[in-house]
T-cell receptor
Framework: AQSVAQPEDQVNVAEGNPLTVKCTYSVSGNPYLFWYVQYPNRGLQFLLKYITGDNLVKGSYGFEAEFNKSQTSFHLKKPSALVSDSALYFCAVRGSSGSARQLTFGSGTQLTVLP | NAGVTQTPKFRILKIGQSMTLQCTQD?????MYWYRQDPGMGLKLIYYSVGAGITDKGEVPNGYNVSRSTTEDFPLRLELAAPSQTSVYFCASSFSNSNQPQHFGDGTRLSIL
């Protein structure tokens, strides 16, 4: 069965500093990887995805993520954090066949950017 | 373009009552999904549909039913509400089930007392 681990429930970072939100995954075959963000009382919003190609993926709002096949990781990064980046972030993985094609979400990481 | 619309936004039910959570999308997406979100647990897939007339179970289907009579609508039915069904429910849709992102509604917050 496929799985996603977000090892940190909470990440705090000062405004202007770089941020990293960690994600590791387990899936059969080639992974399709996604990051979503959730603001209070809202649904999830798509940030970026990795399907194939360049290991560094750029997405919305200045976020990027690096796919590392050997470490089965897909960490979310941003060079300079904003207070408005404070939100709940979810990593998700999908496999390439059968029931693995359904998205599996991590438990989420609450990012707080301190002014 | 409204995207994915869920109604109601909030609801309190008594144990044993039934209700239908409504979901509609205006993006002509074939795929639609229902998730529940519990604190610290991420999202769990309840049911999904690959097109009108076709539905299938997800990871946590017990206590729920769905139907898909049109491309736009994908209602979720709770027949006998139980306290364990207290959660936030999200509907989502996507163009396909491969590499396309899912678009989410803003959720229905349901409490069973």
């Amino acid at each position: 069965a496929q799985s996603v681990a977000q090892p940190e429930d909470q990440v705090n970072v000062a405004e202007g500093n770089p941020l990293t939100v960690k994600c590791t995954y387990s899936v059969s075959g080639n992974p399709y990887l996604f990051w979503y963000v959730q603001y209070p009382n809202r649904g999830l919003q798509f940030l970026l995805k990795y399907i194939t190609g360049d290991n560094l993926v750029k997405g919305s709002y200045g976020f990027e993520a690096e796919f590392n096949k050997s470490q089965t990781s897909f960490h979310l990064k941003k060079p300079s954090a904003l207070v408005s980046d404070s939100a709940l972030y979810f990593c998700a993985v999908r496999g390439s066949s059968g029931s693995a094609r359904q998205l599996t979400f991590g438990s989420g990481t609450q990012l707080t950017v301190l002014p | 373009n409204a995207g994915v619309t869920q109604t109601p936004k909030f609801r309190i039910l008594k144990i044993g009552q039934s209700m239908t959570l409504q979901c509609t999308q205006d993006m002509n997406h074939n795929y639609m999904y229902w998730y529940r979100q519990d604190p610290g647990m991420g999202l769990k897939l309840i049911y999904y549909s690959v097109g009108a007339g076709i539905t299938d179970k997800g990871e946590v289907p017990n206590g729920y039913n769905v139907s898909r009579s049109t491309t736009e609508d994908f209602p979720l039915r709770l027949e006998l509400a139980a306290p364990s069904q207290t959660s936030v429910y999200f509907c989502a849709s996507s163009f396909s089930n491969s590499n396309q992102p899912q678009h989410f509604g803003d959720g229905t917050r349901l409490s069973i007392l």
